[in-house]
Every structure is written in C-alpha cells, then in structure tokens.
C-alpha cells in the first residue's frame, strides 16, 4: 500500500506540490501523469522519505522497490556485484539476483562494468536493482526513459506482472500518455503541483485529450 | 549495526576508489615527497635515524587523506546514488563506517611502502625498533582520524573540490593548534587537540594511552557527526 495524504512541498516559499492526496493498493498499477515540472518526482521523493514534506504525509508499507527518476549506479562496479551489494544493502538474500537479472533483461551483462552499459542497458539496471528482494510496493519514476520500443513493450509487461503476479502496488510516472493507457489501472492526474484528476485511463486517444485540457486549465489558474 | 553491511559499503568502496587513478597518484607523490624530505632531514642530521619519518609522513597526510575521501558521500550526494542506499533504507551508521574502513585502509596502504626507508636506515645504522613501532602506531591512529574528519567534510557537500578543501584546512587547523599554546590563555587547551602534538610522543616512542584515546574518540566524534550530517541532509 502506497499513500499521499495531502503531501505539499515549498522550495523557498514557492509551492511546487500542494495537497496532493491519492492511494496504490495492492495488486494495483497507477499511473502519475502530469507534464514536465508537475511534481511528479518531488511527490514520488516524499513518499520515500528522500525529501521532508512542508505539509502532510506520505506512508508506504513494507520495503519499497524504488527507480529514480536518473538511476545510475558506481562506474567501475560490474552489473552483478552491483546487484549483490544493493541485496546487502536491503537486507534480502543474494539469490535473487538471476532472477533480477533475468526479468529486467540484463541476464547477459552481469560482469560488464555499469560504465561501460548503454542508455537502455543502465536503466534496465536500474529495474531489476528496483526488484531484488520482491518489495511489495514499487516507485517508479519515469520507468521506461531510454529504452527502445521493444523494450518498452517487454517493461510494461514486467510492470504489470509484478501487480498481476506479486500483488504488489505499483506507482509509476510518467509523462507519455500511450505508456499511461497500456499499463495502468488507474491514473492520477499532477499539473502544477496540483492534482486534477484522478481517473481510469480508457484509450489513449481519449486520455490524450482529456489530458491537454485537465493541464491547460490547470496552467491558466 | 550490522558488520555484513559496513563490510559490503567497504567493499564496494575500494572498488571503486582502487579502480580510480586516485591512489595510485596520490600515493606515488606521496612516496616521492616523503623520501626526498625525509632524506634530506638524514643529511642535515648526518645521522642514520628513523623519528623525522613521523612527523613528515603525517603531515603529508593532513594533504593525501582528504583526496582519498573526498569522493565518499559528495559524490554519492551528487549522482544520486546515495538516495538508493537511503531508500533501502539502509541508516547513515553503516555508509559512515563503511567508506571510513575503505578510506582508512587505503590510506593504510599509502603507508606500507614507506617501511622501505626504515629499512634503509636499518641498514645504514641501528635505530632502536620501539619507537619505530610507536611511531608506526602513531601514524596508523592519525590516518583513523584523519579520515574520520575526511569523510565528515565529504558529507557536508556535493562538491568533491569543495570537500576535500574543507578537510585539508579543518586538519590545517587541527594540527597547528599548539601553537598559540605559549601566548594564548585558552593555548593549552588548543594543544590539548593538536594532532602534530599526539604524533610527537608516539615518534618518542612511547604508546600513552592518552594519546590513543584522544585519537579514537576523534574517530567516534567525527563518525557520530556525519551520521547524523548524512540524516540530515536525506530530510530536507
Ligand atoms: N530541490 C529543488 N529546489 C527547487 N526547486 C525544485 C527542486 N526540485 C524540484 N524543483 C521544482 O519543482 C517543480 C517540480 O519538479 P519535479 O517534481 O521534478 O517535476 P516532474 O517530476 O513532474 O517533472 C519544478 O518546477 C522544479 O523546478
Ligand atoms: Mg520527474
């Protein structure tokens, strides 16, 4: 379970998240929607508890499978080890790292160093570091940047698997619709800090155009 | 806390300090500028004796130490690593204690090949072993808390320069406080903190227990600091 209860945030007195209130059950994938700037990210640090919140409180139960928004690892650290010492770091046994690996497609690269990973590779990193220890609550932000569209295919799948399979609540950001339409089941609407909507996502065509106006009129108040 | 986890950060630390040119370079100049000095103290003394060793290595670790640990947490801070370690959770004592270990056994290791000027003087003339030992020892607690204060400033910024900075200035301080000791009212007490002052009496050979707990509790002190720097700065 994944909870904002009116989370607000000020950096230097100008109000970047207010009040924005919204649950993740269990088994349940939801979509943060909102365009760049929107406090998407800033939210996502609060529930955390990477960032302090000027107001309310944000709660997840249980250990947290977390992807940052610009997930990078230690250069000089090949893919497994790295794996393994983020294992010891939270606590879960090391042999979950194949199965990491596996899921997040990087089964091959384990002893390539992370300086040496591509774009894609390096996120795909990222995921399966979210996965060890099969956390029941996930934050991801901005999962699917830098992947190509295979792999974006092969994310939403894993994305909705591990709510479908490992009942666990899935919170993921995102600034493309399509990827919002495909996998969640619920999307929370951010523009400015605010949120304005809080719906299922239908099509995407749709979703498209409820978007724009939802952000345009948030943009104009 | 548990060790597992301050072995794993340690571990991770050496890889990646080790697989840097840092200690290679900083290590090679720090041999370079400590034989030469140290050699021509034995021609200015026209004397085979190890105790000018002491207080020249240590000083050059006030300059080498602080460019061994100014990467700890400012980078971690900086790349955003840290906040994967936080969000684990993993707590600030097993990261603190962890990158000092790597930061300490590095510097450890800087000193190892210095062994050869001893043995050179050994072989020149008959320095008594004891304060060979003691000094060694000295040295040893000094680059604890040289550390310790390493990784403290490290945890205070992002910036690896401005880090590094910080701790040579702060050990600048440190290691000259005695010096006000005959003119100042509050100079005895300042030279109570003297680390130049510490080192003296081990390189006389003589392992007061004194001395070495000062130069633990600084230890303690400057880990318990940036524990709680490092919390602090997750909060903000
Ligand atoms: N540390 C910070 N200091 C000041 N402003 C910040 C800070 N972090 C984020 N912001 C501002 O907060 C707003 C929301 O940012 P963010 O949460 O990153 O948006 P999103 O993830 O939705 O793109 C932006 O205007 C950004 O400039
Ligand atoms: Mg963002």
Redesign the pocket.
Known sequence: MISATALTRR??GRE?VRDVSFSVAPGEVVGFL?P????????MRMLLGLLRPSGGEGRIDGRVGYLP?AFTAYDAVSVRSYLRFMCRMKGVSIGDVDRAMELAGVGKLGRRPFGRLSKGQRQRVGLAQALLGRPGAYVLDEATIGLDPRQVVDARGLIRSLADDDRAAVLV?THLLAEASAVCDRVVVIAAGRVVAEERPGAAGDLEARFLRLVGEAELT | MSFARVRAVAGKELTVLWSSPVPYVVGALFQAVLAALFVDQLHAREQAVVQPLFPLAGFLLLLTVPIITMRSFAEEARTGTLDLLQAAPVPPSPLVAGKWLAGWLTTLAMLLPTGVLVVIVRWLGHPDRGPVIAGYVGLALLAATLTGVGVLASSLTSSQPVAAMVAVFGLLLLWFSNIGSGTLNAGDVLAHFSLSERLRSFAGGAIDTSDVGFLVAAVVVTLAVTALVVDSRRLR
């Open positions: 950096f230097g970047v909102g760049n700037g929107a406090g998407k990210t800033t939210t928004e950001s």
